[in-house]
């Protein structure tokens, strides 16, 4: 059971818009702790794809982008391409916990 | 070019030991806290404890499934960070990743991964 809850997966055909959620509590998310976004690839390493919140590493693509808003933060994907498929993880901080990840989100490009 | 390699992992039985290395090259090391993350097969990633850096004391932290047998440290002047994994159980076989955050928000630089395997 991971402090920060995110839906097993998630799906969309190419083109569209996807938004994967992210939930805490008033320990993480809601206490002001900023949200960090990460993509893996099949047999890969995970990648930093957003930092605090809603900022983007140089080379990520504009069609990723993240949000905050109380103890929940979403990441959304426009423009759905084929090597978007991936899992993706948020994490965050909590006050008992330290450094807390979320389950994982399957993204499935139809 | 950034680079994070481990190295380390392997074949160990329950109740032993192992210590990963991750060198890194490439960023500034010495300012930058190093994340330890493991992932068993088919699983989601597992935070399991971090170094800060000097200026940050070199505070540690550890994940509550490995506090008391897992150690965190590093040498800044080979610019290397090392987990020293005692008291293994089955259920710490997993691909270990070295990861840093320099500062600048979230772990920005990962290494490869490293699997470690605790079975009898």
């Known amino acids: 059971q991971s402090v920060l809850t995110q839906p097993p997966s998630v799906s969309g055909a190419p083109g569209q818009r996807v938004t994967i959620s992210c939930t805490g509590s008033?320990?993480?998310?809601?206490?002001?702790?900023?949200v960090h976004w990460y993509q893996q690839l099949p047999g890969t390493a995970p990648k930093l794809l957003i930092y605090?919140?809603?900022n983007r590493p140089s080379g990520v693509p504009d069609r990723f982008s993240g949000s905050k808003s109380g103890t929940s933060a979403s990441l959304a994907i426009t423009g759905l391409q084929a090597e978007d498929e991936a899992d993706y993880y948020c994490?965050?901080?909590?006050?008992?916990?330290?450094?807390?990840f979320g389950g994982g989100t399957k993204l499935t490009v139809l | 070019e950034v680079q994070l390699v481990e190295s380390g992992g392997g074949l160990v039985q329950p109740g032993g030991s192992l210590k990963l290395s991750c060198a890194a090259s490439?960023?500034?090391?010495?300012?930058?806290?190093m994340h330890w993350v493991r992932q068993a097969s088919g699983k989601g990633l597992e935070w399991v404890g971090r170094?800060?850096?000097?200026?940050?004391?070199?505070?540690?932290a550890y994940a509550a499934s490995v506090k008391g047998r897992f150690t965190i440290s590093r040498d800044d002047s080979k610019n290397t960070a090392y987990l020293q994994m005692n008291s293994l159980k089955t259920e710490d076989t997993a691909v270990y990743y070295c990861?840093?955050?320099?500062?600048?928000?979230?772990?920005?630089?990962w290494g490869q991964g490293t699997l470690v395997t605790v079975s009898s």
């Open positions: 170094i800060r850096s000097k200026a940050n004391s070199y505070a540690t």
């Open positions: 008033s320990s993480n998310i809601g206490a002001g702790y900023d």
């Open positions: 994490q965050s901080y909590d006050s008992s916990s330290d450094v807390v």
């Open positions: 990861a840093a955050d320099p500062g600048s928000g979230g772990n920005v630089y």
């Open positions: 605090g919140n809603s």
């Open positions: 490439g960023f500034t090391f010495s300012g930058s806290a």
